[in-house]
């Protein structure tokens, strides 16, 4: 199992790389939440408010999602692939049944 971080500039941004991740089989589960975000851009100090998106899916899927991501937003984020070492046996079924394993096959489909 691979976890995303995502961060993006608005709740309905989740919320549509969701439902996309979702309905392609990218995902078995999502989450988001707002933060306050910190940060340099332009030699300035800027603080505002950030949406964080957690993505639960498959080894394997990192160019997929980063290009469903790409898709919904133009500006520069952070997409970080945090590895699990292990889950509870109900979530490894579910999302076993629901996103399937990476494979070649699919590789060259997608």
């Known amino acids: 199992m691979k976890l995303y971080y995502v961060t993006l500039n608005t709740a309905e941004e989740a ?4 439902q996309a991740l979702l309905s392609q089989q990218l ?3 999502t989450n988001w939440f707002p933060i306050t975000c910190a940060y340099r851009w332009e030699g300035k100090i800027v603080c505002e408010p950030e949406t964080v998106l957690l993505v639960k899916t498959q080894s394997g899927y990192r160019e997929e999602i980063e290009q469903v991501i790409r898709q919904h937003i133009t500006y520069t984020n952070v997409v970080a692939e945090i590895s699990t070492e292990s889950i509870n046996s109900d979530f490894q079924t579910w999302l076993n049944a629901e996103v ?3 494979s070649l096959t699919r590789a060259k489909i997608s």
């Open 100 to 102: 399937p394993m990476k």
């Open 27 to 29: 995902a078995v589960c």
């Open 15 to 18: 919320h549509q790389i969701s």
